[in-house]
């Protein structure tokens, strides 16, 4: 419980900020933009016409929801690489912040545990995520739903996932931090795994181009950690736009994802519990 | 134990989890890459081979040379060609590859194919051919004849003597059309065949040992393998023109290829590429090395494991001196699986 508490009072601090304010009203714009100027009720109309007349006007037409599919992958990526890019540059400072001088020696007075600070502030984080996510993809299954009658609950499951995803990067960020109070090499941190998260995606494909030696082992050794980031925002894109995905696959890399961030989490409170303030 | 180090006990335990359940399983593991002798020089059994096959020339004209020789290398060396490949039949046959290619055989033609009417005519291909030769020449079977019914073959059980040993038949072409085929034997062993009596002359000139010994195409101290030949530069460059980089970097940088192919389990095949400009051979090995590499890595982008796991068994061995080896080592199972379409049976379409 007291966990959720720091992670209430992390989404208070992120309210306060004007970067997350910044973002729901760009969110809010961009969904309102799509309401006033997408022409879609065409593609439904069309179809609809096809069945009056009893055979189709036109062979390439397609059934609306098959016609969204792309635009839901779109939207799914755009959350995903977007969700992932803002929110290392925007969550930052949150470690930075909790570890500031003054303001941890006020919390360690508290009646909380050291794990506890990490975890609240790793959920803050991670619900601030969700939020973000959840609330683009679904405003944008509402407005498409609104315009063509079609309404799927997929596009905001892929969006959960990209929380997810941003979950493991960011406690990699706040582990770093707990060893160096620095907002930017937090948001280099979080960058670097972006990367290492697109290298383990194509990880056989680049293994394979590399001579045997210490460079190759090690690669492989990070990236057979790291969670492939590219694997997750397939998954994502084609749960939002209703494709099919291996049976099991993206349970296991879930999993692996979660289990990824708990041992980054668990390196981090390890390393709080033995500092001194 | 302190409860702080749980806490690195418990990273390291997600860390293993992690990467157990992030690597989701390939549909079949990838076959590995065998570690097999490569062909590059005799081995006991086919020195032994080798030296089994020498023969004296024959006494010609009161001239007679000391030397020894490999009648069947020096027919394939007789009209001067620049490339030619020699196929092991008997020692194929007796291998795993071998095996596998019967049955490929057996299961598109079935038994009452070709083998089965030359059978019929006294010539067992599994049995009596020893090997198969091949230039721009024609073609050279050594083996052992004694049984053949040639009347059967060639239309006529005798043809025009030429030299000790040596018979040439005109072989008329087939009602459907073609040109006449000159077939040219050497006692009960060796067998011509080609498109000109002239080439057919040489051929046993040649092997009994008359005229100027013609440049060898192969030596026997270069007959190890199951399939063993040298393709020439010129008949690089007409074969493979130059549309790929690859190909217009080795036809650039190659004066010879020289190829040896051992199949006794899993096969494995040398190319050796010499070439006369050092620095032209490296970047040919650079070359042909990337274009590896990257159809490797389009083949596994594209989805097409098949592919990707066969480029993954080849590699290009740096140049040494005026020299440098592709290799490629097929696993048996690799070869069964892309043999599977043609066997039949359940493996089939695998």
Redo the contacts between chains.
């Keep these: 419980m007291t966990a959720i508490r720091v992670a209430l009072d992390l989404l208070r601090e992120a309210a306060a900020r004007r970067w997350f304010l910044a973002l729901g009203l760009a969110l809010t714009g961009l969904l309102l933009l799509l309401v006033t100027s997408l022409r879609l009720e065409v593609v439904d109309g069309a179809l609809a016409a096809s069945r009056l007349f009893g055979k189709p006007l036109d062979h390439s037409i397609q059934a609306a929801d098959v016609a969204l599919r792309p635009v839901f992958l779109a939207a799914s990526q755009f959350v995903f690489w977007g969700g992932l890019g803002f929110g290392v540059l925007s969550c930052a400072d949150f470690g930075p912040a909790l570890l500031s001088p003054g303001r941890i020696e006020h919390l360690l007075s508290l009646p909380v545990r050291r794990w506890e600070l990490l975890a609240g502030t790793f959920l803050g984080v991670l619900a601030l995520a969700m939020a973000g996510a959840v609330y683009a993809s679904a405003g944008l299954v509402v407005v498409l739903g609104a315009k063509t009658g079609v309404w799927t609950g997929w596009p905001v499951v892929s969006a959960v996932l990209s929380a997810v995803a941003f979950g493991s990067i960011y406690a990699g960020m706040l582990a770093v931090t707990v060893w160096v109070r620095s907002a930017a090499l937090s948001a280099a941190a979080g960058a670097s795994l972006i990367v290492l998260g697109l290298l383990a995606t194509h990880r056989t494909s680049l293994l394979d181009l590399m001579g045997r030696g210490p460079g190759r082992a090690l690669f492989a050794g990070v990236t057979a950690v790291v969670p492939p980031l590219g694997k997750l925002a397939d998954a994502a894109g084609a749960l939002a736009a209703s494709a099919p995905l291996a049976p099991g696959g993206l349970v296991r890399l879930l999993a692996g994802t979660l289990a990824f961030a708990g041992a980054l989490l668990a390196i981090a409170v390890w390393r709080f519990e033995r500092r001194d303030f | 134990m302190d409860?702080?180090?749980l806490?690195?006990l418990?990273?390291?335990l997600?860390?293993i989890?992690?990467?157990?359940?992030?690597?989701?399983p390939e549909t079949r593991a990838p076959l590995a890459r065998p570690q097999v002798e490569m062909p590059r020089y005799l081995r006991p059994q086919e020195r032994q081979r080798m030296l089994a096959r020498l023969r004296p020339p024959v006494v010609d004209a009161g001239v007679q040379r000391t030397e020894v020789r490999d009648p069947m290398l020096t027919a394939l060396s007789a009209g001067g060609a620049g490339s030619g490949v020699v196929l092991e039949v008997n020692a194929l046959r007796n291998s795993p590859l071998g095996e596998l290619l019967l049955q490929c055989l057996a299961a598109r033609e079935g038994r009452g194919n070709a083998l089965e009417a030359l059978q019929r005519m006294g010539i067992d291909p599994l049995r009596d051919v020893d090997r198969v030769g091949i230039t721009e020449h024609g073609i050279v079977v050594s083996g052992n004849f004694r049984r053949a019914n040639w009347e059967g073959l060639l239309g006529s059980a005798t043809g025009t003597a030429y030299g000790e040993h040596g018979q040439i038949t005109a072989v008329d072409p087939r009602a459907e059309g073609g040109a006449t085929l000159i077939a040219t034997r050497w006692g009960d062993s060796l067998l011509h065949l080609g498109d000109s009596v002239e080439d057919g002359r040489r051929v046993l000139d040649a092997v009994e040992g008359r005229g100027p010994e013609p440049r060898p195409l192969l030596s026997p101290e270069q007959s190890y393998g199951e399939l063993y030949g040298v393709v020439s530069a010129a008949d690089l460059a007409r074969t493979l023109g130059g549309s790929e980089p690859w190909a217009a970097a080795l036809v650039e940088a190659a004066s010879k290829v020289e190829v040896h192919l051992d199949a006794r389990r899993d096969v494995a095949l040398v190319a050796d590429v010499s070439g006369e400009d050092a620095r032209k051979l490296e970047d040919l090995g650079k070359t042909l090395g990337g274009a590896l590499?990257v159809a490797?890595?389009q083949a596994?982008?594209q989805g097409d494991e098949d592919a990707?796991e066969l480029l993954?068994f080849a590699r290009v061995s740096p140049p040494h001196g005026s020299a440098l080896s592709l290799e490629v080592a097929l696993p048996l199972e690799a070869v069964a699986k892309r043999l599977a379409f043609c066997r039949g049976g359940a493996d089939a379409g695998r």
Aim: charged fraction near 20%.
């Design positions: 409860r702080r180090w806490w690195l418990a990273a390291a997600l860390v989890a992690a990467a157990w359940l992030v690597r989701i590499a490797r890595a596994r982008g990707a993954g």
